[in-house]
């Protein structure tokens, strides 16, 4: 067994880590995500954090909220929360200078991972997975892209009640995925 702390995996993590999220419901896994993070970004690196702990709180244990624009063009399954080590929910965001809108805007597309913020930092917490692309209208700060596993996701956003839907594991992908044992 190799004992190592998480700030020397983080070292040897590529620009753009992978991160991947494990949806459920009632303690049923239905399938894991796999996304890469656009490491230069605050946002992403925020995204990361969450991903993995590293500043306490965590996705794991989260639920969704909402799928935005249900059926439609720009369709996202939303995570408006995050757990905090004493087990409360919450929004606001774990780091400040997080990119907004500008150069960092893009066209919505299929798999993209976005801030779900609305530019406010008492939200920075919060992420979209697009589900449907739409040209005509732009996100405001797309941070990752799902790379596999977005028929989970849209699997998921059929899913009802919503809320009973959680992200059951996160974590960071060290090796390549497709030498992992998906357990």
């Not at 190592?4 to 995996?9: A, E, G, K, Y």
């Not at 150069?103 to 976005?114: A, F, P, Q």
């Not at 979209?128 to 209208?137: F, Q, S």
Request: aromatic share 8%; charged share 25%; hydrophobic share 35%.
């Amino acid at each position: 067994m190799f004992i190592l702390q998480l700030s020397i995996i983080l070292s040897l993590l590529p620009r753009s880590p992978e991160v991947f999220l494990d949806f459920g419901v009632d303690g049923v896994r239905l399938g894991r995500v796999y996304i890469r993070i656009r490491g230069e970004l605050r946002r992403a690196q925020h995204f990361l954090a969450l991903c993995t702990g590293l500043l306490g709180p965590s996705y794991k244990g989260s639920r969704c909220n909402k799928v935005e624009s249900k059926d439609k063009p720009g369709e996202c399954l939303r995570v408006s929360h995050y757990v905090r080590t004493d087990g409360t929910l919450a929004s606001r965001g774990l780091m400040g200078g997080l990119e907004w809108s500008g150069e960092h805007s893009s066209v919505k597309r299929e798999g993209m991972v976005v801030s779900a913020c609305g530019g406010r930092n008492d939200y920075d917490g919060c992420f979209d997975i697009c589900t449907r692309g739409n040209p005509n209208k732009k996100f405001s700060c797309p941070f990752g892209e799902v790379v596999a596993g977005l028929e989970v996701v849209k699997e998921a956003t059929c899913y009802e009640p919503i809320g009973d839907l959680t992200v059951m594991n996160t974590g960071v992908v060290v090796l390549d995925r497709k030498s992992q044992e998906d357990y």
